[in-house]
T-cell receptor, first 111, second 116 residues
Framework: LAKTTQPISMDSYEGQEVNITCSHN???????ITWYQQFPSQGPRFIIQ???TKVTNEVASLFIPADRKSSTLSLPRVSLSDTAVYYC????????????FGAGTTVTVRA | GAGVSQTPSNKVTEKGKYVELRCDPI?????LYWYRQSLGQGPEFLIY????????DSGLPNDRFFAVRPEGSVSTLKIQRTERGDSAVYLC??????????????FGPGTRLTVL
C-alpha cells in the first residue's frame, strides 16, 4: 500500500474554497486515489475517487498531476457542515479491500 | 434507503467480560468489513467477509477477537475477556463485493466500546 502524507489540520471560513493536498510518492501503477470524509460520531463516507487528471462530482473535485505523486481535494465554498476529518487513501481498489486510513486532515470551518 | 446499521451504538463493559457487536449491512452487499478506530486515529482493518466466509482476518489483534457471518448478511464481532485497550469505536462497512472493479465501502455509524 502506498503511504500517504497530508496536513494534520486546516482552518477555513464559510464560503471559501478548501484545498487539501496529499502526498503519495510511491504510488503504484494500479493504484487509485480515494478520499473519505468523517463527521464526529459517524463512519467514514466516500467522497471522490480518481486515477489521473481531474475528477469532479457534486461534492468535490480531485486534481491529480501527471506524475500522480500527489493529489489535491478541493471543496468549493465550504459551510460549517463541512467541518470533518478528510482521509486520503491510495491503493489498488480492484483487489485491495483493506482500506488503509492515516490520521487524516481535520478541517474546521468557522463562521 | 437503508444504510449500514450497527448495534448497540454504545457499549460499556467491565474488564474481563464478553461482548458482541452487531452489524447489518446494506441489503444485497456480499462483502462486509470490520474496522477499529481509536481516538484521533483513522480506522484500522480487522476482518473481511465475502459471503459467509472470512476471506481475510489478518487484522484481528489476537484470538480474543472473533467474527461470524453465518447467513451472509448480519455479522457479529465477538470479543472475549475484554481489556481496557479494546476501548475504541468499532466500525462495520459493506460493499457489493465485485472483484476487479472499484468497490466502494459504505460505513455504519460504529459502536463505541468502553471497557472499564
Amino acid at each position: 500500500l502506498a503511504k500517504t502524507t497530508q496536513p494534520i489540520s486546516m482552518d477555513s471560513y464559510e464560503g471559501q474554497e478548501v484545498n487539501i493536498t496529499c502526498s503519495h510518492n510511491n504510488i503504484a501503477t494500479n493504484d487509485y486515489i480515494t478520499w473519505y470524509q468523517q463527521f464526529p460520531s459517524q463512519g467514514p463516507r466516500f467522497i471522490i475517487q480518481g486515477y489521473k487528471t481531474k475528477v469532479t462530482n457534486e461534492v468535490a473535485s480531485l486534481f491529480i498531476p501527471a506524475d500522480r505523486k500527489s493529489s489535491t481535494l478541493s471543496l468549493p465554498r465550504v459551510s460549517l457542515s463541512d467541518t470533518a476529518v478528510y482521509y486520503c487513501l491510495v491503493g489498488d481498489i480492484s483487489n485491495d479491500y483493506k482500506l488503509s486510513f492515516g490520521a487524516g486532515t481535520t478541517v474546521t470551518v468557522r463562521a | 434507503g437503508a444504510g449500514v446499521s450497527q448495534t448497540p451504538s454504545n457499549k460499556v463493559t467491565e474488564k474481563g467480560k464478553y461482548v458482541e457487536l452487531r452489524c447489518d449491512p446494506i441489503s444485497g452487499h456480499t462483502a462486509l468489513y470490520w474496522y477499529r478506530q481509536s481516538l484521533g486515529q483513522g480506522p484500522e482493518f480487522l476482518i473481511y467477509f465475502q459471503g459467509t466466509g472470512a476471506a481475510d482476518d489478518s487484522g484481528l489483534p489476537n484470538d480474543r477477537f472473533f467474527a461470524v457471518r453465518p447467513e451472509g448478511s448480519v455479522s457479529t464481532l465477538k470479543i472475549q475477556r475484554t481489556e481496557r485497550g479494546d476501548s475504541a469505536v468499532y466500525l462495520c462497512a459493506s460493499s457489493w463485493g465485485t472483484s476487479g472493479d472499484l468497490d466502494t465501502q459504505y460505513f455504519g455509524p460504529g459502536t463505541r466500546l468502553t471497557v472499564l
